[in-house]
């Protein structure tokens, strides 16, 4: 049986930039920062870390937040509540929610 995904909803286009409302994927790993992020900061502090491995990209922030960015996890990841990533941009305080992605 395919799995069927809710289509993104485009929120506006200006130039050749087109903005998107990326849709939840069902099933995908949540989890929320546990200490806060500086910009430029690695070590990525997580309550649960299940789920989410070397190579994957995650989502640092809600969905459509004028600082949510995307990350790549780029260390062998063991369970637990630790990750390290590419470095982030902006600062993210401590609660804020990451969420694995299936695309950059």
């Known amino acids: 049986m395919a ?3 809710p289509k993104p909803i485009i ?3 200006e130039g050749s930039v087109i903005r998107i409302q990326h849709p ?3 099933g995908e790993p949540k989890s929320y920062l ?3 992020l500086s910009a430029t900061g690695t070590t990525v502090t997580v309550s649960d870390n299940d ?3 070397n190579g994957n990209w995650v989502r640092l922030g809600a969905p459509g937040s004028e600082r ?3 990350v790549r996890v780029n260390a062998a990841v063991t369970r637990g509540t630790s990750l390290t990533t590419t470095a982030c941009v902006f600062d993210h ?3 804020t929610e990451i969420v694995r992605v299936l695309f950059d």
Request: charged share 5%; proline share 10%; hydrophobic share 45%.
């Open 34 to 36: 546990t200490a806060a």
């Open 51 to 53: 789920g989410i491995a």
């Open 93 to 95: 305080p401590n609660g």
């Open 68 to 70: 949510a960015e995307l």
């Open 3 to 5: 799995v069927t995904y």
């Open 11 to 13: 929120l506006n286009s």
């Open 24 to 26: 939840q994927l069902p």
